[in-house]
């Protein structure tokens, strides 16, 4: 969340807001990308949203993954929970707000205005969040591409030949940056993320142990590597999830990554998963843990293109 004064003298607020399928990230804040519609007052407010009379809990589940995030209006109410998180954080319940967002990076050029319009639908909104009022103009959004936001602020690092992956709940999003510079011709989106990686631990534990685990415990062995169970479960769920990454590795060898000619970064939740079960050179890949890194680089390149039209930080 950084201050700004744009070209027209407003005050103004740029809130970087990461999408993900599985949470939703600002600079400061996480949550998991979910939302439950009531009709009528929940007894549970914990994350309650209240926007046009409608109740929405926020962040009881991680969201289905769709291609189109315009499709229906979840990640507009999960907008404006993050939005009204990032303003809290400072004190503040009204604000003139640009927003920077992102898309996988082969999905840009064809969705961003399509998105874009989805988060500008209402000039002004007026919403509950955990009991306090936001009043919100929104008056302007960006779209950059993910991955490439994430690491906007090491790009300097970047020297030779390199391979980023982004690798989120639904997808993993590829780019060559060779020389500091991102190579546009070299960039691909696959449907390989972490989200996958549960399903797969999943069948897995069904198959083998005939036994249906919570979500929550696999997620804590991707994230952890371990989970305070049962020895022969966590033996499975560890297999399973090697089993996956030996898998991502093999997408990455499709595009071409070789880690004797390039060095591969790893930004997104994905990469505990690399980390706890990946077979890789160690002194040849980087991991960038910072998940709310996107929305940062979101936040940075924003604020980069309102000054290059006449903005400037307050």
């Not at 590597?225 to 090697?242: F, N, P, S």
């Amino acid at each position: 969340m950084r201050m700004m004064k744009n070209k027209e003298n407003q005050i103004i607020t740029v809130i970087g807001v990461d999408h993900g399928y599985g949470n939703m990230k600002t600079a400061c804040k996480c949550f998991r990308t979910g939302v439950t519609r009531y009709e009528k007052e929940p007894t549970f407010q914990n994350n309650l949203l209240v926007y046009q009379g409608v109740y929405y809990q926020i962040g009881e589940e991680h969201k289905e993954f769709r291609a189109e995030k315009t499709e229906d209006e979840d990640y507009y109410i999960l907008t404006l929970a993050a939005v009204s998180s990032e303003l809290e954080s400072k004190g503040v319940d009204q604000a003139k707000v640009h927003l920077a967002a992102g898309l996988p990076l082969t999905w840009v050029s064809s969705q961003k205005e399509t998105f874009r319009d989805y988060l500008l639908q209402n000039a002004v909104v007026d919403f509950v969040f955990r009991g306090k009022a936001y009043h919100v103009e929104f008056i302007g959004a960006d779209i950059f591409p993910q991955g490439f936001a994430a690491v906007g602020y090491h790009l300097q690092d970047f020297k030779e030949i390199n391979m980023l992956a982004d690798i989120g709940n639904g997808t993993m999003n590829i780019m060559y940056i060779n020389n500091s510079r991102p190579v546009e011709k070299k960039c691909f989106t696959e449907k390989y993320g972490t989200h996958q990686c549960v399903l797969a631990v999943r069948e897995q534990l069904l198959r083998r142990m005939g036994a249906v685990v919570d979500d929550l415990v696999i997620e804590q062995v991707i994230r952890k590597g371990t989970a305070d169970i049962g020895e022969k479960y966590l033996d499975v769920m560890k297999a399973a999830a090697r089993d996956y990454t030996a898998e991502i590795f093999r997408k990455l060898r499709e595009h071409e990554y070789n880690p004797e000619l390039m060095r591969l970064y790893v930004v997104g939740g994905g990469g505990c998963m690399i980390e706890n079960f990946g077979d890789y050179v160690r002194n040849r890949v980087t991991i960038i843990h910072d998940i709310c890194a996107a929305a940062k680089g979101y936040e940075m390149l924003a604020v980069r293109k309102i000054q290059k039209n006449g903005g400037r930080m307050i």
